[in-house]
T-cell receptor, first 113, second 113 residues
Framework: GQQLNQSPQSMFIQEGEDVSMNCTSS?????WLWYKQDPGEGPVLLIA?????ELTSNGRLTAQFGITRKDSFLNISASIPSDVGIYFC?????????????FGAGTRLAVHP | NAGVTQTPKFQVLKTGQSMTLQCAQD?????MSWYRQDPGMGLRLIHY???????DQGEVPNGYNVSRSTTEDFPLRLLSAAPSQTSVYFC????????????FGPGTRLTVL
């Protein structure tokens, strides 16, 4: 099945540093979403983007919906230890009467105090 | 309000055994879905339901059955488990069918020997 290309696969950074990750696809989506997953838990939605070019912030997180509708990025500013986890991008497409999600493989973030 | 609950948390099966993964939500959501998460890959949609009595296949439905007799419950059945079904399974529900209203359960980690 189709997957999104998410990079980088993992990052190990110092507390206080900024982080950037992105997703690309060969297909267009009507919505892009970014999730965070903590160990032993399900993904939790961080940001949803609905229009090409849209730039949205949620605290220290900023995400953008690419103009071509085939890509998105997520930035985390001034990282803190609780930012540790796996971040997933997902594209949403309406198909078969349902809004189906296609997920990237995730970016594993480690923050060194 | 417990949200989305999944049982069991962990399960080990032998090849050929059958079992049912339970998923329940107390938010009166019409839309429910099952995903699997494998190492190095994003979540992939197995089956989904847009309401009681209505189910459909997602991206990777082979080897799995579902039914939706009530709004609250959406069990996932493995009729004859295979090692390829070793994965973490997540159930999700939403009131609108849109991903930005979707909540994930905590997951079931299944190992098939």
């Amino acid at each position: 099945g189709q997957q999104l290309n998410q990079s980088p696969q993992s990052m190990f950074i110092q507390e206080g540093e900024d982080v950037s990750m992105n997703c690309t696809s060969s297909s267009i989506f009507n919505t892009w979403l970014w999730y965070k997953q903590d160990p032993g838990e399900g993904p939790v939605l961080l940001i949803a983007l609905y229009k090409a070019g849209e730039l949205t912030s949620n605290g220290r997180l900023t995400a953008q919906f690419g103009i071509t509708r085939k890509d998105s990025f997520l930035n985390i500013s001034a990282s803190i230890p609780s930012d540790v986890g796996i971040y997933f991008c997902a594209g949403q497409r309406f198909s078969g009467g349902y809004n189906k999600l296609i997920f990237g493989a995730g970016t594993r973030l480690a923050v060194h105090p | 309000n417990a949200g989305v609950t999944q049982t069991p948390k962990f399960q080990v099966l032998k090849t050929g055994q059958s079992m049912t993964l339970q998923c329940a939500q107390d938010m009166n959501h019409e839309y429910m879905s099952w995903y699997r998460q494998d190492p190095g890959m994003g979540l992939r949609l197995i089956h989904y339901s847009v309401g009681a009595g209505i189910t459909d296949q997602g991206e990777v439905p082979n080897g799995y059955n579902v039914s939706r007799s009530t709004t609250e419950d959406f069990p996932l059945r493995l009729l004859s488990a295979a090692p390829s079904q070793t994965s973490v399974y997540f159930c999700a529900s939403s009131w609108s069918g849109r991903a930005d209203t979707q909540y994930f359960g905590p997951g079931t980690r299944l190992t098939v020997l």
